[in-house]
Every structure is written in structure tokens, then in C-alpha cells.
């Protein structure tokens, strides 16, 4: 069952940016599916000098329409796989090259960790060390509709093609786990990506050995890194400065791990007091308990969503107790938790 919650952060207006050359690549993507693209282009709304123009990025409204029409028009549920297998390292402009330019797979990921909200604010990286496991997590701050799964394709695919690239043939013993029941093409994800892939997760993360982390790589140039990684940093200091405190909290929260943060200690990280966050907070209309409230509601329907058990959601979001959770729920959404789970 696919729900549309009218309660999730909502895109509508947002400035969230999608690089351009995304969109020229998916656009192209279909070219060679032999299909017309100034077809494509009418159908959703767009013409070739929106999508060819100066302009950086596009807004998710626009990006969401060519998503849709692509997959709609190919025929193939799987467009989205597609499209990210062939999303080169050198695809995301000088975050790639800062990441060639890495010592060793550990820093490259720490790296798109901090900068990954310069190409997409869409999804957000954690990385996770778990004993002799790394998992690299993708949270999602927003209900992204129908065009979910393909999106999440898209991201996970160039994820698994771009450590791929860096790390050769010694990326091995690796799993990629996706927050959603298995798709009618479930056999064309392990078919594409080459690795185990397992549904009904929490959130959509890669999982592979932490020897890994240590893979030299042959391009390593610290000098080039250090370029890359600054115009990286200026990038993001301005895409922050430009998103509402709202959204900066919801971010937050979104990848943060186990427990959510109180807001002494999300106001700390942004190097705030307390007082201040919640007077930048009433500011924009919103509170810190309500955006709180948000962000569970939206991890809860993932969870349930994944067939996940209620027990196990109520663990996941810090409810000792699941009937507790399920009057919350119920306040939430006006409806019980099972009403979001998969028959």
C-alpha cells in the first residue's frame, strides 16, 4: 500500500537543488532507450532551454516530472537503476573529483558525507562504523511520492557504481539494503548492481566490509583534494545559508542515529544556546517538539511501510512501550499502524 501523507515536510516551493546535469543525464538516458525526447520534454512540461540553460539545478517539482515521464514513457520500471549505474564519479562535478583525489575509501566517504546536501537535499548520508562492518545510510527527510523508489534507485545505483570505480574489483562482500517490500523487477537490482540486495530494511543503506576503509587509492593528490573539498565547503555554506532554520533542524534530526537529540543538544551543534535555537525556530512558525514529532511520524511510516513489526518500531523510535506508540500514531495520522503496512 502506497500512502501519501499530507503531514510529511512537504517540497512544494522548496529550493531544494537538483543539478541540472541529472536531469540532462536522464533525459539522454532515454534518448538511447530509442525514445523522442522532445516527447519527453512536452509530456512533463519542460523544453530543451530550460533543461540546457546556464542554471545550476532545477526545482524537485520539474525534476520529479522528468523522473516520472521517463518512466513512464520507457516502459521500464527500472529506469531509475539505469540511470545511476551510468552517473559517473565525475558526474558530480568537483565532489567527485574530491573524492578521486581521497587517500584512501575512508576519507572519500567523509567527504560525501559533509558535502552530499551540495548535489541533492533529497536524502541524507550517515556513515556508520559497526564493528567490522561499515554501513553508509541514506535518511529521508521528505515524502518524496511516487517517484520514491525510482529516486532511491537512481542514488543507490551510482553509490554502488561510484565505489565501483574507486575501489575496482576489491569492492566484495558488499550488501545494499532499500526501506521498501521487493518491486515486481526486484531481480533486476542484484542483475545490475552485481551484489546481494535485501528489502523491507529500515533505511536504505550499503553495507561492506571496514577493511575497505583503508583501500589506497592510485589517484590520491592531497593538494587537489584540499582544492575540491574548500570549493565543496564554500558551496555548502551557501546552500545553508539559504534554508530556513526549520529545515536546518529537520535535517539534523533526519540523520541523526538511535535516539533523537533533545534540543540542548541539537541547539550545542549548531554551536547555539537553547533559548536562541527555539526563538530562530518560533521565527519561521514552527516549534522544536512539533518538528520532532515530524521527523518520527515520517521514520515511523517508512518502518511500517517495510512491513517492519510494531514492536520493532516502537524500539527504533525510543518507545519502551508499543501501545504507547500506537496512541501516538494514531494522533499522528488517524489511523492505526497496520493501516501503512504491507497485507
Same mark, same amino acid.
Given at each position: ?130 564493528? *567490522?562492518?561499515?554501513?553508509?545510510? /541514506?535518511?529521508? @527527510? !521528505? ?5 520514491? #523508489?525510482? =529516486?532511491? %534507485? $537512481? ?14 574489483? *576489491?569492492?566484495?562482500?558488499?550488501? /545494499?539494503?532499500? @526501506? !521498501? ?5 526486484? #531481480?533486476? =537490482?542484484? %542483475? $545490475? ?151
Amino acid at each position: 500500500m502506497s500512502v501519501q501523507i499530507a503531514d510529511l515536510p512537504s517540497l512544494a516551493g522548496d529550493r531544494t537543488p537538483i543539478p541540472v546535469n541529472y536531469v540532462r543525464n536522464l533525459v539522454e538516458l532515454v534518448h538511447e532507450f530509442g525514445l523522442d525526447t522532445d516527447r519527453l520534454l512536452a509530456h512533463v512540461g519542460l523544453t530543451q532551454a530550460e533543461v540546457y540553460s546556464a542554471e545550476p539545478a532545477l526545482r524537485f517539482e520539474q525534476f520529479q516530472r522528468v523522473m516520472a515521464g521517463a518512466r513512464d514513457l520507457s516502459g521500464d520500471p527500472a529506469i531509475g537503476l539505469a540511470l545511476g549505474r551510468q552517473l559517473t564519479v565525475t558526474a558530480h562535478g568537483l565532489l567527485g573529483y574530491a573524492a578521486i583525489s581521497s587517500a584512501d575509501l575512508g576519507e572519500a566517504l567523509e567527504l560525501l558525507e559533509r558535502y552530499f546536501r551540495t548535489r541533492t537535499r533529497l536524502c541524507l548520508p550517515r556513515l556508520s562504523l559497526e564493528g *567490522r562492518w561499515v554501513r553508509f545510510c /541514506l535518511a529521508e @527527510p !521528505y515524502d518524496l511520492g511516487d517517484i520514491r #523508489e525510482p =529516486y532511491l %534507485e $537512481v542514488v543507490t545505483a551510482a553509490l554502488v557504481g561510484g565505489l565501483r570505480y574507486l575501489l575496482d574489483d *576489491r569492492l566484495q562482500d558488499a550488501t /545494499l539494503e532499500l @526501506p !521498501y517490500a521487493p518491486p515486481p523487477h526486484a #531481480e533486476r =537490482y542484484a %542483475e $545490475v548492481l552485481g551484489m546481494p540486495v535485501v528489502f523491507g530494511r529500515e533505511v536504505a543503506a550499503l553495507r561492506f566490509p571496514a577493511r575497505l576503509m583503508k583501500v589506497a587509492f592510485p589517484l590520491s593528490d592531497p593538494a587537489s583534494r584540499r582544492m575540491a573539498a574548500h570549493k565543496c565547503e564554500e558551496e555548502l555554506q551557501r546552500l545553508e545559508a539559504d534554508l530556513d532554520w526549520a529545515s536546518r533542524v529537520r535535517a539534523r534530526l533526519m540523520q541523526a542515529e538511535g535516539m533523537l537529540p533533545s534540543l540542548d543538544q541539537l541547539a550545542a551543534s549548531f554551536h547555539l544556546t537553547s533559548r536562541t535555537l527555539r526563538r530562530y525556530l518560533a521565527a519561521v512558525g514552527v516549534s522544536y517538539r512539533h518538528l520532532l514529532e515530524e521527523v518520527r511520524m515520517a521514520r515511523a511510516v517508512r518502518y511500517l511501510q517495510a512491513n517492519l513489526p510494531v514492536q520493532k518500531v516502537a524500539d527504533l523510535l525510543g518507545y519502551a512501550d508499543p501501545s504507547n506508540f500506537t496512541r501516538a500514531f494514531r494522533r499522528w495520522t488517524g489511523h492505526p499502524p497496520s493501516f501503512y503496512q504491507n497485507g
